[in-house]
């Protein structure tokens, strides 16, 4: 059978996938048909007599695998396809340890609990500058460690990364020995152990595969590198590039593929250079950036689609808001399936404008990557004010909104919202401004008869009894006789209580927000968040962290007083900002992504926004242990997503945070913007 049946490689695709068995490298650059050399492979393999049984695919997750499987099927039929071992590493060790060894597989917030069970009971009887780690943190960072080191004990990794721990490194090596017999004893396994456990099984025993086949090479890490050393088969087979390395963050190691030479002395490498995706105007912009990256293997990508397309084009506004506006007007003009437009970004924060904008335009999005700008919870809140004020007999609005006070949550705020509707003859803003004193607010609850007279814990409490520590207007009122009201729950409802008075007779959606916005009831509830936001994985406050958080919220709240200012009626707003999204089509509409969530995709139109020094290149990371490589290679991962048309976008400045943006070095390293003198 030849291995071109059903898929037409090119000379460099086939040349690779019929490559002698060995230890081969495949440099995939983006568009290069990678799945389909891996596909190439698989066949020829089988073509050329190997057992099915004896074919490992690992991939970077189980839908890429998935995939292939599914296309050398549609080869060699269905039967055959599905004995080739194939899945991400996770995958596959569970598959095996599930079939050969008694595990329980636990997720980490399970054993999360577990492990904090057995951290509560260690005492810290020396304590330095820095605080103790935290059960969670400490949970984390062993997870790291595992991943991304081979040689070095915790205690060598630890001090050296953060020499301040290193006098609490033997209650840190008690507690994680405690976890891991508790673990043994029950056979509880989590992701770490599946790897560890299956390496452990491999190296026992001669490989069950002729020829590994290896997917997003460059993404592996040393523990998964060990993985592969341990089944140690007769041919690998390794798909990566080196230049969408992105994940160092997560344990990645970059010179595992950068090494792959050294370590197989040898080693054949191959470079597929054809690209398909992308027009000739953005892969010589993705190459002239990217060159400026160290060249582990050479390489430079070639065009193989024709026809005329447009340069990329640059796009300056004066003002951050001013883009994200700019964008969404572009968008609304293209003409082009939404589904094949996206906006890419490095930080979650920089979505939200984009996406407010796109929303309040009536252009549905889909976000992934981070916390939709209208599902977080200060944006939610808000909403949530605004359509209590609008509607008294939105339920679920007052019970969100009363549910932040101290001791209320859910339950208590629905108790709530019924007695102000008891008190104000189903309405609940007569209930709370102008009640009946006379209407008993509570009703009654029908005696339990298994309880019998334990049940009496409704009885109604003085409504008086939190006087002292509420405004005026409010003292005595009837819903402040609920027997689970705390002092702090009732001060919570006085502030509320206080902010509805100033508001609930605004019409205009940009006074109401602004109004809310200054409300003590407001800054109280985003006061919580901000200091929630502020906590550090060890478990320690940041007060930094509390001022940045705090900035964010503010951020978003003025983004949303800037959409009312369009508005002149609550309802409409209302209708633009929550009910917009819920009548766009499940997963339709304009993509917003990460970086990171775009590797893999390709779009017609793709928007790379901020593009200032700072933003991106992300100068707060580099500064704790990133570099300016990786985030040349996020930046070029990005370019390399769109087909048609790119599109560069950066502001001057922050009108809100009064900052002024200097461009990316990018945009200077593009060409894009004439030459000046860049500092990296």
Same mark, same amino acid.
């Given at each position: 059978?030849?291995?071109?049946?059903? /898929?037409?490689?090119?000379?460099?695709?086939?040349? #690779?996938?019929?490559?002698?068995?060995?230890?081969?490298?495949?440099?995939?650059?983006?568009?290069?048909?990678?799945?389909?050399?891996?596909?190439?492979?698989?066949?020829? /393999?089988?073509?050329s007599g190997i057992d099915p049984k004896e074919i490992l695919l690992l991939t970077f997750t189980n839908k890429a695998s998935l995939e292939m499987i599914e296309r050398v099927s549609k080869i060699f039929g269905e039967k055959e396809a599905k004995q080739i071992e194939s899945g991400t590493f996770h995958a596959v060790a569970y598959r095996y340890l599930k079939e050969h060894l008694k595990i329980s597989l636990k997720q980490p917030r399970e054993l999360k609990v577990l492990f904090k069970s057995i951290a509560e009971h260690r005492i810290y009887a020396n304590k330095g500058t820095a605080s103790p780690y935290s059960a969670q943190y400490l949970y984390d960072i062993h997870s790291l460690y595992l991943n991304s080191q081979k040689e070095q004990s915790f205690e060598e990794w630890l001090k050296q990364k953060s020499p301040e721990q290193a006098l609490y490194i033997p209650v840190y090596e008690g507690i994680l020995d405690e976890f891991q017999a508790l673990k043994k004893e029950y056979g509880y396994a989590d992701y770490n152990d599946l790897l560890i456990m299956y390496r452990d099984e491999m190296s026992k025993q001669e490989s069950p595969y002729q020829e590994v086949l290896c997917d997003e090479y460059q993404d592996t890490n040393p523990l998964q590198d060990s993985l592969i050393d341990a089944i140690n088969p007769e041919s690998l087979f390794c798909v990566g590039d080196y230049d969408q390395s992105i994940y160092a963050f997560n344990g990645a190691d970059i010179s595992i593929i950068s090494n792959f030479t050294t370590k197989y002395k040898d080693a054949h490498v191959f470079t597929l250079k054809k690209n398909y995706r992308s027009s000739y105007p953005i892969l010589d912009l993705a190459n002239r950036i990217i060159q400026k990256n160290e060249r582990i293997y050479e390489k430079s990508l070639e065009v193989v689609k024709t026809g005329e397309y447009s340069p990329p084009k640059l796009l300056a506004y004066e003002e951050l808001f001013l883009q994200y506006q700019g964008i969404a007007k572009k968008i609304a003009t293209s003409n082009y399936n939404l589904d094949d437009i996206a906006v890419i970004f490095r930080n979650n924060a920089s979505a939200d404008g984009c996406e407010a904008s796109l929303r309040e335009m009536g252009i549905p999005s889909r976000r992934k990557g981070g916390i939709s700008f209208f599902d977080t919870k200060e944006v939610s809140l808000m909403l949530d004010i605004c359509s209590l004020i609008y509607n008294p007999k939105d339920m679920m609005a007052h019970i969100h909104t009363l549910s932040y006070g101290s001791g209320i949550g859910n339950s208590i705020a629905k108790d709530i919202y019924e007695a102000l509707n008891i008190l104000g003859n189903r309405d609940?803003?007569?209930?709370?401004? #102008?009640?009946?004193?006379?209407?008993?607010?509570?009703?009654?609850?029908?005696?339990?008869?298994? /309880?019998?007279?334990?049940?009496?814990?409704? #009885? /109604?409490?003085?409504? #008086?009894?939190?006087?002292?520590f509420l405004p005026k207007d409010f003292c005595s009122h009837p819903i402040l006789s609920h027997p689970k009201l705390t002092k702090e729950g009732a001060v919570f409802l006085g502030k509320f209580f206080i902010m509805y008075q100033r508001i609930y007779s605004l019409s205009s959606p940009f006074d109401l927000i602004t109004t809310i916005a200054k409300s003590e009831f407001f800054r109280h509830i985003i006061e919580i968040l901000g200091r929630e936001r502020s906590k550090n994985k060890d478990g320690t406050f940041d007060e930094n962290r509390r001022i940045e958080a705090m900035e964010k919220i503010d951020r978003k709240i003025t983004l949303l007083s800037d959409l009312a200012k369009n508005y002149r009626d609550i309802g409409r707003f209302l209708n633009a900002m929550i009910l917009g999204s819920n009548e766009a089509s499940e997963g339709s509409g304009v993509n917003l992504l990460s970086v990171h969530a775009s590797k893999g995709l390709e779009f017609r139109d793709v928007y790379i926004i901020d593009l200032m020094d700072g933003r991106f290149p992300n100068r707060k990371l580099i500064s704790k242990g990133g570099s300016i490589e990786e985030e040349r290679r996020l930046f070029y991962v990005a370019i390399t997503r769109a087909k048609e048309n790119l599109y560069l976008s950066y502001a001057k400045k922050d009108a809100v945070k009064n900052i002024d943006y200097e461009p990316s070095i990018f945009l200077y390293e593009a060409n894009m913007l004439k030459p000046k003198n860049l500092n990296v």
């Open positions: 059978m030849n291995v071109q049946k059903g /898929l037409n490689l090119n000379a460099e695709q086939k040349q #690779a996938a019929m490559a002698p068995k060995g230890h081969n490298l495949v440099i995939a650059s983006a568009g290069t048909g990678k799945t389909s050399t891996i596909v190439g492979r698989i066949a020829h /393999l089988l073509d609940t803003k007569t209930g709370l401004l #102008a009640p009946d004193f006379n209407i008993k607010p509570y009703a009654s609850r029908s005696k339990n008869t298994q /309880l019998g007279l334990f049940d009496d814990f409704f #009885a /109604l409490q003085n409504s #008086a009894r939190f006087d002292t």
